[in-house]
């Protein structure tokens, strides 16, 4: 049986469009798996440079989105040093061990380090020390770590998350109405001590009730000899470093609770529940989504649009010629 010319090559035409979208879906599969994760062995020096400054070795990283980090921190110094990154990791390293110096107290270590993270091994004698830390790079972004100790000479670096290619496509945000803004500040002290003393709050007051108009704007101070941050825990606001004597002002305009931290000090912790001036208004916000795509994921969906596209024009180019020819019969 031979199909008329026509039927054939429309039959033929629809086979190579669904090959052709067939063949983008599966570079798109492929795509998908292209990054793959792995267990990176890194190893991370204290060392000084030129300038006899606290340094470490090396002070930048680069690791894929999802990979194991199997970290080694070795501490060939006299005095204690810790790598601490902040949140949302929020990663404490401590490579201490008793006979080291604290140089923040001036006080000689006679028992083990107890501000670590759950998991670290930590081993060697005074002048030669490992720490290690296995921990999954989970947030893409780039990371500060520090020597909490001696961040004021320097001693940071970063560790690049790298993420998989992706397309986002952003919803618009629905407008809030205007914010009135603070006609009051409120004071927060970073209480003296509390970058060694895990026993004090961290932050003077530690809850706060504070009112969009009225009070809204805080301002926090660092009474502490040590640096520190105000870093909250869902990421929607971060001070950096604030060295003894600084201070970090924001101005809070969307109702909700805010917990924060200190990237260094992880024992610190803070509250901010955030309401409306009118009491007993249900306060409502309106936030953004957005649906992320890879590329090859949208050339998947653009390529099935155009066999649809193409399959209906056929169609209705079959139908129309079956009616040309029903009329001239």
């Known amino acids: ?37 792995t267990t990176r062995n890194v190893i991370i020096e204290w060392t000084k440079n030129l300038s006899d400054q606290d340094r470490f070795y090396p002070d930048f990283i680069i690791v894929n989105q999802g990979d194991t980090v199997a970290l080694t921190f070795i501490n060939n110094d ?23 110096y604290d140089d923040v107290t001036g006080q000689l270590m006679t028992s083990p380090a107890t501000r670590n993270s759950p998991g670290v091994v930590v081993s060697g004698t005074p002048g030669n020390v490992s720490a290690m830390y296995t921990f999954v790079a989970k947030y893409a972004g780039i990371f500060e770590y520090v020597c909490t100790y001696h961040i004021q000479v320097g001693m940071i670096g970063y560790m690049v998350v790298l993420a998989p ?5 952003n919803q618009p945000t629905i407008p809030n109405q205007t914010v009135p803004q603070s006609s009051t500040m409120i004071q927060v002290s970073i209480d003296p001590g509390s970058g060694t003393n895990i026993n004090l709050p961290g932050y003077t007051p530690t ?4 009112v969009i108009g009225v009070n809204n704007t805080v301002k926090w101070t660092n009474n502490d000899i040590m640096p520190h941050t105000v870093t909250a825990t869902d990421g929607s606001f971060d001070s950096g470093n604030i060295n003894p004597g600084g201070t970090y002002v924001y101005t809070f305009t969307k109702v909700g609770v805010y917990q924060y931290t200190c990237s260094y000090h992880n024992w610190m912790h803070g509250t901010l529940n955030v309401v409306t001036e009118t009491i007993g208004q249900e306060s409502q916000e309106h936030g953004e989504f957005s649906i992320v795509l890879t590329a090859y994921e949208i050339y998947g969906i653009i390529g099935f649009g155009i066999v649809a596209l193409l399959a209906i024009m056929m169609v209705v180019g079959r139908t129309k010629r079956g009616g040309e020819r029903a009329t001239i019969t």
């Open 1 to 37: 049986m031979r199909l008329p010319p026509r039927e054939a090559f429309f039959i033929a035409g629809l086979v190579i469009i669904l090959l052709l979208a067939a063949f983008i879906m599966n570079v798109s599969a492929s795509a998908k798996t292209a990054q793959t994760t």
């Open 78 to 100: 006299t005095v204690v040093h810790d790598f601490v990154i902040g949140p949302p990791y929020s990663i404490m390293v401590n490579a201490s061990v008793p006979g080291l």
């Open 165 to 169: 290619n992706t397309s986002s496509i």
């Open 207 to 210: 809850d706060l009730t504070i």
